[in-house]
C-alpha cells in the first residue's frame, strides 16, 4: 500500500521560513519523479515545485522561483520542500505527489499518489 505523509506546515510570519516533508512508503521511491502542489479554497491544485526521479533535476512555477527548494533523499524515501521569504499568497494546503518515470512539472493527474496535505499559513 502506497502512503505519502506530508509534514513540516504550519503558521508562520511573512518573510519567514517552512521546511515541508514528505515521507513515502510502498512505492519504488528512486522510480518517481516527486512533486508539489498547493491547494487555496475555491481553486484547482496549483503546481509548485518538482524533481526528477532520474537526475534530479528540478523545477519551480514563476511563483515560487528563487524563494523554494526541492530536494529529495532516496536513502530516506522523502522530499522536501524549503520555503523562504514566504508570503501570505503562499497560504494553502501544500500536498506532495509521486509521479512514477515523470518529466516533472504538472499537470497534477499526471501524478498517480497523493498524500493527504498540510496546511500553510503565512501571517502579514
Known amino acids: 500500500q502506497v502512503q505519502l505523509v506530508e509534514s513540516g506546515g504550519g503558521l508562520v510570519q511573512a518573510g519567514g521560513s517552512l521546511r515541508l516533508s514528505c515521507a513515502a512508503s510502498?512505492?519504488?521511491?528512486?522510480?518517481?519523479?516527486m512533486g508539489w502542489f498547493r491547494r487555496t479554497p475555491g481553486k484547482e491544485r496549483e503546481f509548485v515545485a518538482s524533481i526528477h526521479w532520474r537526475d534530479g533535476s528540478t523545477d519551480y512555477s514563476d511563483s515560487v522561483r528563487d524563494r523554494f527548494a526541492i530536494s529529495r533523499d532516496n536513502a530516506k524515501n522523502t522530499v522536501y520542500l524549503q520555503m523562504n521569504s514566504l508570503k501570505p499568497e503562499d497560504t494553502a494546503v501544500y500536498f506532495c505527489?509521486?509521479?512514477?518515470?515523470?518529466?516533472?512539472?504538472?499537470?497534477?493527474?499526471?501524478?498517480?499518489?497523493w498524500g493527504q496535505g498540510t496546511q500553510v499559513t503565512v501571517s502579514s
Open positions: 510502498g512505492l519504488a521511491f528512486s522510480s518517481y519523479t
Open positions: 505527489g509521486a509521479d512514477r518515470y515523470g518529466l516533472g512539472s504538472g499537470p497534477s493527474h499526471r501524478y498517480d499518489y
